[in-house]
């Protein structure tokens, strides 16, 4: 479904992503993992359009995306949720979900659907976005992307700052996504929870990708040697 072939993503001269490629089979969850810096969020940010591509090629069910405007992305099928959600705070839960429908992408994905996804939301929906705790902003955040029907989902720190049970509950959410079918690359901090989430794991080191497994056939060590470099 998505292709990365030998990424570079550069913030000037510094080379943030630095030859990455990467295979995303339809239906996979994929935690990518790494410590701070690097280069996660940059590489999600770039296949969603959100930074350019300095070199290598993207594409997205065999169509080259590489310079592809963000919102053609989506429109495709591609919807990243970014780090820090990014709502529209002085909107309600309801008008941010709304502009996820901006680029109608057929598919069954309605406010009905993201409510009973995120039952939380339905009695503040007409609060302003804003007022909300951490946990509503980020299950408003990840419904207003699956109102665009994305074939591909992409989850950047979902958990960020939200308290142990709130994580729980944004998690049980997302694993009704996953079981059904839905592809889903997913940053983590929290290794075991990437780990118990996605098929498999990515781990990223320097802007390479240092660890590419199926999570069945590996274990907590082997990633956290990959993640701090030690192997
Ligand atoms: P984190 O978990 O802290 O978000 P990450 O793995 O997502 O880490 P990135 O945020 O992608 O890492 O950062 C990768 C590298 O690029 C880091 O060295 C970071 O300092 C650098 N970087 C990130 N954003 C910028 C920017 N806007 N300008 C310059 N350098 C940046």
Redesign the pocket.
Known sequence: MLSAKNLDVR??Q?R??RGVSLEVKQGETIALI????????????AIAGALPIYSGELSFKHKVITHAASCDRVKQGLSLVP?GRRLFTEMTIEENLLLGKTINRAGDWDLDRVFDTFPNLVKRRHAKAGSLSGGEQQATAIGRALMSNPELLIL??VSLGLSPLVVDQVYASIEKLRDAGTTIIL?E?ALDRAIAFAKRAVC?LE?RIVLDKLTADTNRHEITEAYFGLQ
Do not use: H, I, P, W
């Open positions: 913030y000037g510094f943030a992503v790494g410590a701070n810096g690097a280069g996660k969020s940059t590489l999600l940010r780090e950047d720190e940053v901090q990223m802007g």
